[in-house]
């Protein structure tokens, strides 16, 4: 019993960090519909941001933590500029931009690759390498420290698209965006704001498990698919269910690796035997977007 | 008599300059997964060709060397082989993952160029493909398996865990270690896989903590995935030992790991106390302004070892090449002191299977040699 809450706490941990991935698809999948496989670079450049401030410059973590998320979000704001916009106005398909933004992949990990020496970097701890023992829980401070800030980001953009007149316009775009350019909601501007939304999410997912994983180059990658994972489970229509499908997958990836009778190596196909499921039989994720 | 010297320099000097370059192949990966290692490498390697180029050269004549990046993609690897040796290379040095260079082999065995990386590990390089014009100095995963278990036999271990992580060289030494494990009589009571990109290790650690081991050995060469394992066994509060691959011979740790590593030993080809690596590093600091470690002393061995090879060859035919290299000697950088890498009897690894030592790491810093060789 002792290794499964121990467990728990640890797949929490490491499913809030694919939920934040998975929101930072979700919110520009919502109001785009632009698939922006990108996320994954972004939390690896959010991680650097985390090198540079934590590690390098020594900023208190808060501060920097916050610089951080301004950063990526003007990140994200650039990104749209560059490599979604021109091809919207200029009335491309959809696959365009997709296709662009896997582009803006190979940008940001260059970027990342030649500016720093290729070695994974250390991010540190905003409270230490410790454990905290929380009744008949326990785990690592940066467990709960994880838990505790995606929660937060999760009830705040559950709130901004459940009670602002803002949020609400981005479900308007999501639902019918000619309709909603009708009833003047400036379709460019909540673009503009999505990208950057989903950057800043992005960002601080990789921050916060940078001081887990180390921060390199090739960290992307495994977030993105992760992230993309969870949201396929978990559903594109609701900011909840991005982090249902987060914690579902790193609960079924940490227990099949724990529990499963079968040879560790083999637990690696959990995880895309249950995108497959999904796939197959329930296409649109476990929470349905409102009508 | 000065003019005199200064007119036989200047006329060696033109005639020198002169001459056509020998052409040397470099296939590194500066972008992909290997680029942490293939990068200090090929920098020692380039290092080792000016340091030959500045002496003079190779019979009389300077080395130049064509590099290439081949992503560690054993696809785009073979069609650079096929492109270095279409421009003229007499040597190929492979500098990225073990499947790249053996599926370079293809080209250079077909195309009959010699062929040698000196940093790979994996045993099946020299054994998969009959090709006499390839070579590997490499400390082979076995040796380091057999090094790390003639140390670890002293303590009288009965069940281990082994852990590693799913990137092909870490299965690879996996394996070898599992077997090596076995062959000593040592059960091993777990074995264990981390997934490149995973956030944690805390299950594989537990099913390990279950399992109650002597010792636990790790195997990968994921730095990122090492970590994760060093994280959940302090955070567990493990007290098994813990004896490591090479792969922890790689300084990075001592940043990234900064707090957990006391104590843990690894294998390694570097002894740092050897009077070449205090020749090497010191020269190698004033010519960059960088520091070096075990990473650049491989490329730097490569290179020295070729260019001992064409000199011994007394051309850069690649026939007579090819005879050189069989029968060179050499004492480099890498390796127990007095080790040499030798091919006798037609073997083509040439990593002295009593070359490796263990080393221990004390706190945060790689510490002193704890034991040499096999024996």
């Known amino acids: 019993m002792q290794d499964f809450l121990e467990l728990a706490v640890s797949a929490t941990a490491s499913g809030c960090v694919y939920g934040l991935v998975a929101l930072a ?15 994954g670079e972004w939390a690896m450049v959010g991680a650097f941001g985390g090198v540079v401030l934590l590690t390098k410059y020594e900023w208190n973590y808060a501060l920097g933590m916050a610089t951080v998320i301004a950063f990526m979000a003007a990140v994200g704001w650039a990104t749209e500029r560059i490599a979604v916009r021109p091809l919207v106005e200029r009335g491309a398909p959809i696959l365009a931009p997709i296709l662009a933004l896997l582009g803006m992949v190979m940008v940001f990990r260059e970027s990342i690759s030649v500016s720093f020496p290729p070695d994974p970097h250390a991010v540190p701890y905003p409270f230490g390498l410790g454990r905290l023992e929380w009744g008949p ?9 994880i838990v505790a800030v995606s929660l937060l980001v999760f009830a705040g953009f559950w709130l901004f698209f459940e009670k602002s007149l803002w949020g609400r316009s981005f479900e308007a775009v999501a639902l019918n965006r ?47 698919i992760q992230g993309f994972t969870a949201l396929v489970i978990g559903g594109v229509g609701r900011v909840e269910g991005a982090l249902l499908g987060g914690l579902l997958l790193s609960f079924a990836e940490q227990l099949a690796a724990r529990y499963a009778p079968i040879a560790s190596g083999f637990t690696q196909g959990v995880p895309l035997l249950l995108l497959m499921l999904f796939l197959i039989f329930r296409p649109t994720g476990l929470l349905r977007a409102r009508a | 008599m000065r003019s005199l010297l200064f007119a036989t320099l200047a006329l060696f000097s033109a005639v020198v300059f002169s001459q056509p370059t020998i052409k040397i192949g470099v296939i590194t990966d500066r972008v992909g997964v290997s680029k942490p290692y293939s990068e200090p490498s090929t920098e020692g390697l380039i290092f080792g060709a000016e340091e030959i180029n500045r002496r003079g050269g190779i019979l009389g004549r300077k080395i130049e060397l064509l590099v290439e990046d081949d992503q ?18 007499v040597f190929i040095l492979s500098m990225s993952l073990t499947p790249a260079t053996q599926q370079q082999q293809t080209v250079t065995m077909e195309a009959k160029t010699p062929q040698m990386t000196p940093m790979n590990s994996g045993d099946t390089l020299t054994t998969q493909l009959p090709n006499p ?8 995963g ?14 009288n271990l009965k069940q281990v865990a082994l852990i590693t992580d799913n990137s092909d060289l870490g299965q690879l030494l996996g394996r070898f270690f599992k077997a090596g494990l076995e062959k000593s009589g040592i059960k091993v009571v777990a074995e264990e896989v981390i997934p490149r990109g995973a956030t944690t290790a805390s299950p594989q650690m537990q099913k390990i903590r279950a399992a109650n081991p002597d010792a636990m050995f790790m195997a990968g060469v994921l730095t990122a995935e090492n970590v994760l394992i060093f994280k959940a066994y302090r955070e567990f509060g493990l007290k098994f030992p813990i004896h490591s691959s090479y792969n922890l011979s790689v300084p990075v740790y001592m940043t990234v790991a900064k707090g957990l590593i006391d104590g843990v030993t690894f294998v390694d080809a570097y002894d740092p106390e050897k009077p070449q690596v205090k020749a090497f590093e010191a020269a190698y600091k004033k010519a960059t302004g960088k520091d070096s470690f075990n990473l650049h002393g491989y490329g730097y061995d490569g290179i020295m070892l070729v260019a001992e090879a064409i000199k011994a060859a007394g051309s850069t035919d690649k026939e007579k090449i090819r005879a050189a290299m069989q029968n060179v000697k050499y004492e480099g950088v890498m390796g127990a002191r007095g080790m040499k890498y030798s091919f006798p009897e ?14 221990v790491y004390e706190g945060d810093k790689q510490g002193r040699v704890i034991y040499t060789g096999q024996k």
Request: charge should be positive; avoid cysteine.
């Open chain 1, 25 to 39: 698809y979700l919110l520009m999948i919502r109001p785009t519909g632009i698939i922006n496989f990108a996320v």
């Open chain 1, 137 to 145: 829980l326990g785990g690592s401070y940066q467990s709960f420290f």
């Open chain 1, 178 to 224: 000619r309709a909603a350019a009708l009833m003047g909601i400036n379709l460019s501007r909540v673009t503009s704001v999505s990208f950057a939304g989903g950057a800043a999410v992005a960002g601080l997912a990789g921050l916060l498990v940078s001081p887990n994983v180390s921060a390199h180059y090739l960290m992307g990658v495994p977030l993105a």
């Open chain 2, 72 to 89: 560690s993609r054993p696809d785009i690897s073979a069609a650079l082989a096929r492109k270095l040796i279409d421009q003229g290379v």
């Open chain 2, 133 to 140: 014009y390839f070579w590997q100095t490499g400390p082979l």
């Open chain 2, 142 to 155: 076995s040796i380091q398996i057999a090094t790390l278990l003639a140390h670890a036999r002293a303590k």
């Open chain 2, 346 to 359: 037609g073997k083509r690894a040439g990593f002295d299977p009593n070359g490796m030592v263990v080393r």
